[in-house]
């Protein structure tokens, strides 16, 4: 009914296949799951271990399908950014870690097939995307090794292993797990890098990691266009246009606090990428 009798305007159909879309990017890394932090080491400001991350964990898929609910996406990708375990390339993890690095990647791949499962169950999403990096925690050699490193590390056989899992599941998900310490994707027009982030170094002093962030990307740039990086191993999270931090789920420990890092509440991060707009939207994801 038009009782004034004025012009009405169609704005077209919901449905339109020119709408805009949107992908979700969900970031997860350094859950340092075998890790173990007690609360007399960093003035009761933390407590961690093998039964606080399957907590945390539990909550953050939890809190994950709050989030992406918020706003329904077409698409979901999830980068998996390495460091799920500590593993034993310390002396000192060898000596306090609550399980050896098998028993941790055990429990991280039950960890992860169960929040997947809960993940496409409970978000109704065209299409789910899995990323899986490698750490530089989850190495079985003292030192970094570069063109077999993807042969020598915990976490790219349990990414292989979660994606058979998944398809004897009947989950439709799709992965990628590259040989390379690099995954780049081409999403809605945008050229994407997801890599650990132990490829630079701290270099102290003032700016933080900004100075050898913003220096690595412009020699990663030069090799391949990057319209944004994704990574983790900082244990902070960061969000410029260049390049998202993700954040961790340990939290605050003796390590960290003895440099003076500000802790940070446990928490991963959710980005949403618009087919127009570009990205639209941050936010943490809780893990209490």
């Known amino acids: 009914k038009n009782p004034r009798n004025f012009e009405l305007i169609d704005f077209g159909s919901p449905n339109d296949p020119d709408r805009e879309s949107n992908v979700g990017i ?6 340092h799951a075998d890790e173990v932090v007690k609360p007399e080491t960093v003035l009761f400001k933390n407590e961690y271990n093998s039964e606080v991350a399957k907590q945390r964990i539990t ?57 997947l499962k809960y993940l496409t169950e409970s978000l109704n999403i065209k299409k789910v995307t899995f990323v899986g990096i490698c750490g530089n925690h989850s190495r079985t050699t003292r030192r970094m090794q570069f063109s077999n490193g993807y042969a020598l590390s ?25 040989q390379s310490e690099f ?20 270099a102290g002093g003032i700016g933080g990691i900004y100075p050898s962030m913003l220096r690595w990307f412009s020699k990663m740039s030069q090799i391949v266009h990057i319209d944004k990086a994704f990574i983790g191993h900082w244990h902070t999270t960061i969000n410029i246009k260049e390049i998202c931090v993700n954040g961790t789920v340990k939290g605050q420990d003796a390590y960290a606090m003895g440099k003076g890092i500000a802790a940070e509440e446990p928490q991963q991060t959710y980005i949403i990428l618009n087919s127009k707009r570009g990205f639209i939207f941050h936010t943490p994801v809780f893990c209490s």
Not at 163 to 177: A, H, R, S, V, W
Not at 191 to 202: A, R
């Open 59 to 115: 909550t953050l898929f939890q809190n994950a399908v709050k989030v992406v609910r918020r706003k329904p996406v077409d698409e979901l990708i999830i980068g998996s950014l390495g460091d799920l375990i500590g593993g034993y390339i310390h002396e000192e993890l060898q000596q306090t870690n609550s399980m050896t690095p098998m028993q941790g990647i055990s429990m991280v791949k039950s960890l992860m097939v169960s929040g």
């Open 183 to 202: 995954a780049y994707i081409k999403i809605l027009n945008h050229d994407l890098l997801f890599c650990h982030g132990h490829q630079f170094k701290y």
């Open 26 to 31: 969900l970031l997860f890394s350094d859950w």
């Open 154 to 178: 915990y976490e790219y056989f349990m990414y292989k292993d979660i994606e058979e899992t998944c398809k004897l599941m009947g989950m439709d998900i799709q992965f990628i797990i590259p």
